[in-house]
């Protein structure tokens, strides 16, 4: 069955330090990958999805990711935090066979100290 | 371009009670979806509907819990009897339609607490 792992529950960075928060999944096919963001109260927000071509997604608010299919990862990375990126973030996978699931990993709370 | 659209936004029951959370997707959107999410979880998904017919409602307690999209606009989801397992936010999310290239877009969701 498709699965993610996101094995960090939180993070806690600097504000202006770098990020990457790692995702693994397991999916028999291609899969198609997801990056959410979850403010306190808000519905998720789609930051970037990868369905095929180029491995390296740019995304919303400066965020990328990176898919590796050897390591079956899609890593999401900022080069500088800032405040109001302190969030939830969910990975996940479209689940193919019943057209357009979504698998959803547990979630990374993201802190930014200041 | 208004969101999607769910209320209540917060519901405290007691168990065995019954409960019922409504769901107003993006217009025009033929997709739509109801995740559970449990505190410290990843949401899950419940049922989907494409238009007014169910495509995928495989992990629905169908015992408790129940669902209709009766003019393939907006959407209700039923727990009868609720239970202290249910306790959990509850997201409704609708897309263009059902293909994967179609972005999912979430509504606020539900919190629902059961005592």
Redesign the interface.
């Known amino acids: 069955a498709q699965s993610?792992t996101q094995p960090d529950i939180h993070i806690t960075v600097s504000e202006g330090a770098s990020l990457e928060l790692r995702c693994n999944y397991s999916y028999g096919a291609t899969p198609?990958l997801f990056w959410?963001v979850q403010s306190p109260?808000?519905?998720?927000?789609?930051l970037l999805?990868y369905?095929s071509g180029d491995t390296l997604v740019q995304g919303i608010k400066g965020f990328e990711a990176e898919f590796k299919r050897s390591q079956s990862s899609f890593n999401l990375r900022k080069p500088s935090v800032h405040w109001s990126d302190a969030a939830e973030y969910?990975c996940?996978v479209?689940d193919?066979e019943?057209?357009?699931?979504?698998?959803?990993?547990?979630?990374t709370i993201l802190r930014v100290k200041s | 371009e208004a969101?999607?659209a769910q209320s209540p936004r917060y519901k405290i029951i007691e168990k065995r009670q019954s409960v019922a959370f409504w769901c107003n997707p993006i217009s025009g959107h033929a997709?739509l979806?109801w995740y559970q999410q449990i505190l410290?979880?990843?949401?899950?998904?419940l049922i989907?509907f494409?238009n007014n017919g169910v495509?995928?409602d495989?992990q629905l307690p169908k015992d408790r819990f129940s669902a209709e999209r009766l003019k393939g606009v907006d959407s209700t989801l039923k727990i009868q009897p609720a239970k202290l397992e249910d306790s959990a936010v509850y997201?409704c999310?609708s897309?263009l339609d059902?293909?994967?290239?179609?972005?999912?877009?979430?509504?606020?969701?539900t919190r629902l607490t059961v005592l």
Do not use: I, R
């Open positions: 993610v198609y959410y109260g808000q519905g998720l927000q789609l999805k369905f969910f996940a479209g193919m019943y057209g357009n699931k979504l698998v959803f990993g547990a979630g | 969101g999607v997709t979806y410290g979880q990843g949401p899950k998904l989907q494409q495509v995928d495989s997201l999310a897309s059902g293909g994967t290239l179609n972005e999912q877009f979430f509504g606020p969701g």
